[in-house]
DNA sequence: GCTGAATAAAAATTCAAA
DNA sequence: TTTGAATTTTTATTCAGC
């Protein structure tokens, strides 16, 4: 009945005012005409994952999810779906090859996904160099790149 | 103890540990010899911005801002104030040493800031290797970088 | 300024119920 | 499965001291 709406809504409200804490939602909500206590936003705010970041100027407030890893790989597929061109294992090394002013992009991409086993990566203007930490790194990381290019 | 290293050590412990509330952060650094209570914690989580993450499994885990306010530079700046070691350059290199752990994080920051003349970043532990598109364009940089470390 | 001890405040969970 | 009331647990702040 009520569970997803009021998630809803507690997306357009944490948007519209400064949430500093869970009794302000249930403030808010019963504004609303929504009753409900401390204990259901507190399950609500672990549903969303929602955060409450420390302001610098001191204070709190909740805020929709960091979903920092996920628009990464979002990024890096689409990124690669509209310039990939090959990928090669040999090694330590992955060779990625994109096309012309990509590589660079695709570097920093990767590097933010921190996969497992990879040292580092080099991106130069159509070329990414994935340096792993030992050869099977190297393979299972070339696999996993094959998989995201798959989907 | 410095608020300074205990943060940076925090940093780490957070990417090596499952960090499910404050407690757990007084008990890892005790660990490390390091004795804190929560209420020094709580400050340096307000100050670090950490935000408590509710993770779809069930529990909650703290974590490095999601969306950090800083900008690159910003970031770059106080990443090196914190980690940086030493700095060298050769012909078309720059080697940048790091406390271990900081290599990637820095490598990465150094790829987003696109200085000029920079080709490629390749981040280790405690290493950071920047190639220049020439050895002028590896001194440049090296110089910008000495200033970003004096500011 | 930075910190710990104590405390207040806020958030998470338990339990019973619908 | 969802919820509120009560409770426990966790976190933030106050206050004193350094």
Redesign the pocket.
Known sequence: ????E?QRIIRQLLDEHDV??????VALLDHADI?????????????MQLV?V?SPS???R?SLPAQQAMDTEKKLKRTLYDAYVSLDVQDYFIVLKALPGNGTAIATLIDQMNFDGAFGTIGGDDTVLIIAKSADDAQHLYQTLLDLLEQ
Chains 1, 2 share one sequence.
């Open positions: 009945m009520r569970k997803v009021r500093e804490k869970q009794e302000d939602l009753k409900v206590t401390q204990a259901t936003i507190s399950r609500d705010i672990k549903d409450k420390p001191g204070g709190y909740y």
